[in-house]
């Protein structure tokens, strides 16, 4: 279990979080909701120490991360997958060298590298004939994949991601949800994932909404659609800010 504890961070005077408290499951997935600009992403580096937070804690197999440094929260670092927002690949070089960029920085040797590159290669569903070709070369839903690839590469159990299909369309962003939730059920995963993309509460586990620093919903992804909590139902329905109106009440 991940066990978020009234976890703060400012910015300059600025609150982005301001009293999170969140356990999330083992071996599950647990998507975190919330309008452009609630800090979601802000939330996902505390959780695996890219922002210090300024006040609570994320215990994480028992330590609190946030008093980690150095050797420790590296070690700490190495269970941890986290797939960006943008797939952040290196155009300059090609997806066998974006992929196993970490083990050609370890000098790891050549063979070896293909061998462990084509493994996450086929575990993302995506063919060996691109390892030569360049992100540019790639469409977008590909793109996903190979970022995808590269944060297996470290075995982690627990994988974070930052909106993995934002720009992508629909079909194409069911895909993308089917293959993290094939590798969540064959790799045992516990797994967390921003999205604005109400599709994948099919897929998700558990539900939580983030509104003004604090999480205001939580709940299992199977009753979502039913629950009245007013900010899961304006959210996923794209309603218009403020009081829920009297049309939109549910009985
Ligand atoms: N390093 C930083 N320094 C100062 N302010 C920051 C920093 N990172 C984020 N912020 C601010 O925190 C707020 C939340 O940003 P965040 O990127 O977490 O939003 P988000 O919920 O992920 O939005 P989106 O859905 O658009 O990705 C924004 O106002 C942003 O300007
Ligand atoms: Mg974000």
Do not use: C
């Not at 609190?64 to 941890?80: C, H, P, V």
């Not at 050549?110 to 993302?124: D, F, G, H, W």
């Not at 992508?168 to 939730?181: A, K, N």
């Amino acid at each position: 279990m991940i066990e978020i504890i009234d976890l703060k961070k400012k910015f300059d005077d600025k609150w982005i979080t301001k009293g999170v408290n969140l356990e999330i499951p083992d071996g599950k997935m647990t998507v975190i909701i919330g309008r452009s600009g609630e800090g979601k992403s802000v939330l996902l580096k505390q959780i695996i120490g890219l922002i210090k937070p300024s006040e609570g804690k994320v215990i994480i197999n028992g330590n609190d991360i946030t008093k980690l440094s150095g050797k420790k929260l590296e070690e700490a670092f190495k269970k941890l997958g986290y797939v960006f927002q943008f797939a952040a690949l290196l155009d300059s070089l090609n997806i066998l060298e974006n992929v196993g960029i970490t083990l050609i920085e370890n000098r790891i040797p050549m063979p070896k590298i293909i061998k462990t590159v084509k493994e996450k290669l086929a575990l993302v569903n995506l063919p060996e004939d691109i390892l030569y070709k360049y992100p540019s070369e790639l469409s977008g839903g590909m793109r996903k994949r190979v970022g995808l690839a590269r944060t297996l590469l470290t075995n982690p159990n627990i994988i974070l991601y930052d909106e993995p299909t934002t720009g992508l369309d629909p079909i194409t962003s069911r895909i993308i949800h089917e293959l993290m939730f094939d590798m969540q059920k064959k790799l045992d995963l516990t797994s967390i994932v921003i999205s604005h993309d109400v599709d994948i509460f099919k897929y998700a586990d558990k539900v939580a909404l983030l509104h003004d620093g604090k999480i205001r919903y939580f709940g299992d992804a199977k009753t979502v659609w039913e629950s009245d909590n007013p900010y899961v139902y304006q959210f996923i329905r794209g309603l218009p800010e403020g009081p829920i109106k009297s049309e939109f009440t549910i009985k």
